[in-house]
């Protein structure tokens, strides 16, 4: 245990000199990251775009509170409502779970009934966003939560008839569940979350924290399923290493002055780090994103020790017998990697060359 230091975490013995793209340079040597900070850079290190655009900001200021409007936060959040393709406003956090915890006020506002979240969805630590992450031990020791949360399986049919004896309010959905190993949702769940947003006017808040902006290959993982969500919380990747978070309300406003808001967000170097990201999400680039997932998935899938291959895009998750033992092989190999939900996540950088990838998994090919 370090000294000082809360022990909520368990970090490498490395330490870091410098970082760029895949690599990581270490006093232990280069190792390549597999997992881009858990899915926070998805240029990877040190994109040279990025940080001209954090040093520039940066060179003019650092912080200037909601009294100013910076220029960026309007272009920033043109730019995410145009990815939704509908109209919309936004509400900038400093993180994706904070995103969530705007999310879960709107639908308190607005809506009176019953939340419905589902086993495996992981949408954040704070308290409201701990009501509706699924994980009894990560919510045992913090209980009371909010009231009114629910859990079901991943069954459209079991969705369908509890909406039949009681009310619900919104839907919270992973369409890709990060921590629970990259599991894509079943189409007939997505199915019936339609119906429930169509029929009953449920309020459906898409949680893209870790699968949107380009992971999957779409903007967006709930446009695989064809959904069009009330709400699209949005984190991780969005400020290129610096943190930033969002929520997009879809056709509605469901704030007044004073219902919410944040000391820090959006700080103005994380918008800049963000809008910087933003400009690189063409329809080339997430097509390509969607090729070298479908690539490096196949070679993964050809490793010794690699059970099923699940997820999309550069979001892959790899079922082994030996999560614990891989992962040390791998570091031994100057590989890092990220364990979640039984599998090895990977989430490199969307910007990774074919070549990259593949140096990647011939080091795992042991």
């Known amino acids: 245990m370090m000294p000082m230091l809360s022990p909520v975490y368990s970090p ?12 990581v340079y270490t006093d232990r040597g280069v190792f390549l990251d597999a997992f881009s900070g858990i899915g926070v850079l998805p240029l990877g290190h040190s994109h040279p775009d990025v940080v001209r655009a954090v040093a520039e900001k940066a060179a003019r200021f650092t912080h200037l509170s909601n009294y100013f ?47 419905v979240s589902f086993e495996g969805n992981f949408h954040g630590r704070t308290l409201g966003a701990l009501s509706v992450t699924w994980g009894p031990s990560m919510r045992k ?43 894509p949702v079943p189409g007939e ?11 009953k006017g449920v309020l459906v808040a898409a949680d893209e924290i870790q699968a949107g902006l380009g992971r999957t290959g779409k903007n967006f993982s709930y446009e695989h399923w064809g959904l069009a969500p009330d709400i699209v919380t949005i984190g991780k990747g969005i400020g290129g290493g610096l943190p930033l978070g969002a929520a997009v309300f879809c056709g509605w406003s469901p704030f007044s002055p004073g219902d919410h808001g944040s000391t820090f967000a959006p700080n103005p ?38 059970g099923e291959v699940r997820g999309k895009g550069l979001m892959i998750g790899v079922v082994t017998d030996d999560a614990a033992g891989v992962k040390q092989r791998a570091f031994e190999k100057g590989v890092l990697l990220n364990a979640a939900g039984g599998a090895l996540r990977f989430l490199p950088s969307l910007a990774a060359t074919d070549e990259e990838l593949d140096e990647l998994v011939d080091r795992l090919n042991f």
């Open 141 to 183: 020791p913090f209980e009371p939560l909010v009231p009114g949360c629910v859990f079901l399986p991943l069954r459209g049919g079991m969705l369908l008839d509890f909406a039949e004896e009681y009310d619900v309010a919104a839907v919270f959905l992973e369409c890709v569940q990060g921590n629970s190993g990259v599991i």
């Open 269 to 306: 170097v994380s918008l800049a780090a963000g809008k910087a990201v933003l400009s690189h999400l063409t329809p080339a680039f997430l097509g390509e994103v969607a090729r070298k997932g479908e690539r490096f998935g196949k070679r993964l899938s050809e490793l010794p020790w690699a």
């Open 69 to 115: 409007l910076d220029p960026d936060a309007v272009t920033v959040a043109e730019q995410l409502v145009a990815m939704t393709g509908r109209p919309g406003e936004v509400y900038f956090s400093n993180s994706g779970a904070e995103a969530n915890e705007a999310a879960l006020k709107a639908v308190k506002k607005h809506r009176k009934g019953v939340i």
């Open 189 to 199: 769940l997505a199915e019936a979350v339609k119906i429930l947003q169509r029929d």
């Open 12 to 23: 490498w013995n490395l330490s870091v000199e410098r970082a760029e793209g895949m690599k």
